[in-house]
Structure formats: structure tokens, C-alpha cells
């Protein structure tokens, strides 16, 4: 049997992008895929396009900002399907611009997505695995945790958090727990969207042109999933092959 049929994957972000891909794929695998995210008229279709697949999903609204929200979110997931297998942190965003620009708005709203989004998850997911005795958290970084680039000073310090944030937890949570952290390159997604800033726009219009589909992010996803219980993988890059 696959190591993916019969899994509760839980996906932050499920309504678009890298997140909804996921869905798509683990639910063609034969995952019970749990779907959050803010627009639930997306997330509505898109359950229901996988049910009429042949898949098992479930949706409901999510704000990763609101712990209270992650905590009704698995929650909704454990009444539904009785255990959670992966929760999968990707929700995010990404209105970059120069620092001089101060724009503190977003800088604290990508503080608020990207960091605490995934500390919420944890908070709500560890307790439930603890005590399940096994479970895994996939928490999608960036290459921005790797190195920084003009324009993005504060999205890159929300990726290294992510990535500081995934391996301080493999090393805490023992044997019994599993946890990954994902790093794309630039990937087709409605990612860019959210920027304000002129020169940040230009910019990632430029960089996007490389950009890889999200599915092949779903397909390391679903990698690291698979694996029989005892092996853990860490860490995956993805980059388009285009880029330096
Ligand atoms: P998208 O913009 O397509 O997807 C982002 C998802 O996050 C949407 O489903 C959105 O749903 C959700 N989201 C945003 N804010 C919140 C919130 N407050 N609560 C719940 N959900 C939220 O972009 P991607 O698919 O590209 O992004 C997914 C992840 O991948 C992000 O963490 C991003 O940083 C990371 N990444 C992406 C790269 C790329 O080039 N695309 C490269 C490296 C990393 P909704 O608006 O409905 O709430």
C-alpha cells in the first residue's frame, strides 16, 4: 500500500499556488486532504472537483494569523477523519519592497502569514501528534532562507525563521515526529500579487519568467510524505534549472 493512501494532510493556504497543487496531487494518492485558507469559494470548488476525482477532501475557512483558527482547523480535521498525519504550513505572502520605503504594514503582515502562521500550526498540531504518537510537519521556506536579495530583507527573515523555526523542532520533537522543510525557487503562483511597491514588482516580473509550476513543488511534497515512517526527510530545494 502507499505510505500516502488513507493520510490526513492538513494544508495551509489550500486555495491557490503550491498549496491547492498539493492538494491535487496527495488527493489523486489517495490522501483525506483538509483544505484552509481565506477564500472558501475557492476552496469549496476545489473540494469538490477532487470528490468528483474520486478523492476525499474537506474544507474550511482559515485565518493562520488567528491561533484559535489553526487550533477549530485541526480540530475540524480530527472530528472528520480521527488523526492527522501531516500538516502542511505553506500559507504565505510576499508584498516585497526596499526597506527605505517603510512600508510597515506589510512587513508585519509577512510576520504575522509567515512566522506566526507556522508557529500556529505547530501549536496546534504537536500536542495532537504527541499524544497520536506520530505525525509529520511540512513547513514551506523559500531559497529566501538561504540567501537575501534586494527587496525582499523582510520576506527572506520570514523563510530563515521558517527554516530556524523546522529544525529547532526535528531536533526537539524525538523519534516519533517527522519534520521537513521545503524551499522553492521561483514558482508559478499567484504569489507575486500582493505587491505594492513599483520597484519590487518589476523586479519579480523579471525573475518570474523561469518560474517552475507548482506542481513540482506538490511532487517533493508527496516525496517526503512517502517515505517509509523511519525516514525523515529534512530538507528539499527546488530551483528551476534557469536560474544561477
Ligand atoms: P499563492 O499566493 O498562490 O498562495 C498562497 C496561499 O496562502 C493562498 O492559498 C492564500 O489563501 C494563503 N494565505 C495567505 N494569507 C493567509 C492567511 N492569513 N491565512 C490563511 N491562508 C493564507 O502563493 P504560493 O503558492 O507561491 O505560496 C505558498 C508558499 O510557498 C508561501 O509560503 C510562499 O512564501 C512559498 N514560496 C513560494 C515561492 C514562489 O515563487 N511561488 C517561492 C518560495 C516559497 P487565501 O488568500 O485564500 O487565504
Partial sequence: MSNVKGKVVAITGASSGIGEAAARLLAQHGAHVVLGARRTDRL???????IAEGGSAIYQALDVVHCDQMESFIDFA???????????????????????????????????????????????GLPVMKKQGFGQFINIASIGAYAVSPTAAV?????????????????????????TQISPGV???????????????????????????????????????????EVDVNEIIIRPTASS
Avoid at 44 to 50: C, M, N, V, W, Y
Avoid at 170 to 175: C, D, L, N, Y
Wanted: with cysteine; aromatic share 4%; charged share 25%.
Fill in 44 to 50: 469549496e470548488k476545489l473540494a469538490s472537483t477532487l
Fill in 155 to 179: 520576506y527572506c527573515a520570514t523563510k530563515y525563521a521558517v527554516r530556524a523555526i523546522s529544525e529547532g523542532l526535528r531536533q526537539e520533537v524525538g523519534s516519533d515526529i517527522r519534520v
Fill in 187 to 229: 514558482t508559478d503562483s499567484e504569489l507575486a500579487d500582493s505587491i505594492s511597491d513599483d520597484q519590487a514588482r518589476q523586479i519579480m516580473k523579471e525573475y518570474r519568467r523561469i518560474s517552475i509550476p507548482a506542481s513540482s513543488i506538490a511532487q517533493a511534497i508527496l516525496f517526503a510524505i512517502e517515505q517509509p515512517p
Fill in 78 to 124: 480530527l472530528s472528520r477523519f480521527g488523526r492527522i498525519d501531516v500538516i502542511l504550513n505553506n500559507a504565505g505572502i510576499m508584498p516585497l519592497s526596499p526597506l527605505e520605503a517603510l512600508k510597515l504594514d506589510e512587513w508585519n503582515r509577512m510576520i504575522d502569514v509567515n512566522i506566526r502562521g507556522v508557529l500556529h500550526g505547530i501549536a496546534a
